[in-house]
C-alpha cells in the first residue's frame, strides 16, 4: 500500500517570508499524482496545486511552488510571501491509478503576524 | 451548484444509537468518496462509488458502517450501534474522474458520540 508521510507536525513562519512544507512518498508505480491540501480551520479541505509524476516541471500557482523530486520519493510544498489566510492544515496526497487518495497525516502552519 | 453539501454539520449521539449522513456531490460528477478524519490527522479512505456502483471498501469499514449512492446523485453513510471511537469527522468528496482526478471536498459532518 501507498504510504505518504509529512514529517513536520507544526511549522511557523513570519507575515511576508518563505516556508517549505515537507512530503514523502512511498509507491512502486510510475505514472501517479501529488496533490496538496489546504484545510482551514472548520472550513473545508480546498486544493492548493497538483502535479503529474510524468511533467518534469515543478507545478506553481502564484504564491505556491512544489518541488518535486521523483528520484528521492519527495514532494514538498514552498509558499512565498506567506499571508495570515495561509494559517491552516496543509496536507500532501498520492493517486495512482486507482480512484483513491492517500493522505498525510498534516503539517498545521501558523503565520506570525 | 455550488459545491458538495453535506447534512448534517454536527451530529451528537449516545453510544449505541444510529446516525445517517447525507452527501449532495456535485452535480456532474460521477465519483464520490468518504474520508474519515480524527483529530489532528489526515483523512483515512472509507469507500467510493462510481455511479450507483460501490466499488471500494476500506478494511477500515467495519460490518456497523453502510453507505448508498442509490441513483447515481447523493450518498448516505450509515453507522449503526455507534461506539466512542466512530467520534470524528466524516468527508465526502466527489470527482468527475478526469485527468489527475481532483477531489473537491464538502465541509464534512462530525459525529460525537457520548
Known amino acids: 500500500a501507498q504510504t505518504v508521510t509529512q514529517s513536520q507536525p507544526e511549522m511557523s513562519v513570519q507575515e511576508a517570508e518563505t516556508v517549505t512544507l515537507s512530503c514523502t512518498y512511498d509507491t512502486s508505480e510510475s505514472d501517479y499524482y501529488l496533490f496538496w491540501y489546504k484545510q482551514p480551520p472548520s472550513r473545508q479541505m480546498i486544493l492548493v496545486i497538483r502535479?503529474?509524476?510524468?511533467?518534469?516541471q515543478n507545478a506553481t500557482e502564484n504564491r505556491f511552488s512544489v518541488n518535486f523530486q521523483k528520484a528521492a520519493k519527495s514532494f514538498s510544498l514552498k509558499i512565498s510571501d506567506s499571508q495570515l489566510g495561509d494559517a491552516a492544515m496543509y496536507f500532501c496526497?498520492?493517486?495512482?491509478?486507482?480512484?483513491?487518495?492517500?493522505f498525510g497525516g498534516g503539517t498545521r502552519l501558523m503565520v506570525k503576524p | 451548484d455550488t459545491g458538495v453539501s453535506q447534512d448534517p454539520r454536527h451530529k451528537i449521539t449516545k453510544r449505541g444509537q444510529n446516525v445517517t449522513f447525507r452527501c449532495d456531490p456535485i452535480s456532474e460528477h460521477n465519483r464520490l468518496y468518504w474520508y474519515r478524519q480524527t483529530l489532528g490527522q489526515g483523512p483515512e479512505f472509507l469507500t467510493y462509488f462510481q455511479n450507483e456502483a460501490q466499488l471500494e471498501k476500506s478494511r477500515l469499514l467495519s460490518d456497523r458502517f453502510s453507505a448508498e449512492r442509490p441513483k447515481g446523485s447523493f450518498s448516505t453513510l450509515e453507522i449503526q450501534r455507534t461506539e466512542q471511537g466512530d467520534s470524528a469527522m466524516y468527508l465526502c468528496?466527489?470527482?468527475?474522474?478526469?485527468?489527475?482526478?481532483?477531489?473537491?471536498f464538502g465541509e464534512g459532518s462530525r459525529l460525537t458520540v457520548l
Open positions: 496526497a498520492y493517486r495512482d491509478a486507482g480512484n483513491m487518495l492517500t
Open positions: 468528496a466527489s470527482s468527475s474522474g478526469l485527468g489527475p482526478g481532483e477531489l473537491f
Open positions: 502535479q503529474e509524476a510524468y511533467k518534469q
